[in-house]
Nanobody, 123 residues
Framework: QVQPVESGGGLVQAGGSLRLSCATS????????MGWFRQAPGKEREFVAA????????YYADSVKGRFTISRDSAKNTVYLQMNSLKPEDTAIYYC????????????????WGQGTQVTVSS
């Protein structure tokens, strides 16, 4: 099992950058694909990005493609989400999630979730 814990959220102006981190406990991190999801007030949770257990495949929502980059450091049991050119519509609580095996953009496939970190982008 893994237990994701997010950090790195905050308040940033439009056009700025933030890097979210997701540290995981457990010794089987390398067996899990990791995903980032977000939920804005009054909206459903949506997929942002995912990375396969090997790091060889990445997946992005169209809304963040070219602006966000997901990566993982297996030595640190940590996955990152580098967010550039932030827009007010990126404002949301960002959640990190873990899934055994291959990557997915379906939140129902992820069994382990963090508590979330707030990202607020001001205009």
């Amino acid at each position: 099992q893994v237990q994701p814990v997010e950090s790195g959220g905050g308040l940033v102006q439009a056009g700025g950058s933030l890097r979210l981190s997701c540290a995981t406990s457990g010794r089987t991190f390398s067996s899990y694909s990791m995903g980032w999801f977000r939920q804005a007030p009054g909206k459903e949770r949506e997929f942002v990005a995912a990375i396969s257990w090997s790091g060889g495949r990445t997946y992005y929502a169209d809304s963040v493609k070219g602006r966000f980059t997901i990566s993982r450091d297996s030595a640190k049991n940590t996955v990152y989400l580098q967010m550039n050119s932030l827009k007010p519509e990126d404002t949301a609580i960002y959640y990190c999630a873990a899934k055994y095996g291959g990557g997915s953009w379906n939140d129902g496939d992820y069994g382990y979730w963090g508590q979330g970190t707030q990202v607020t982008v001001s205009s």
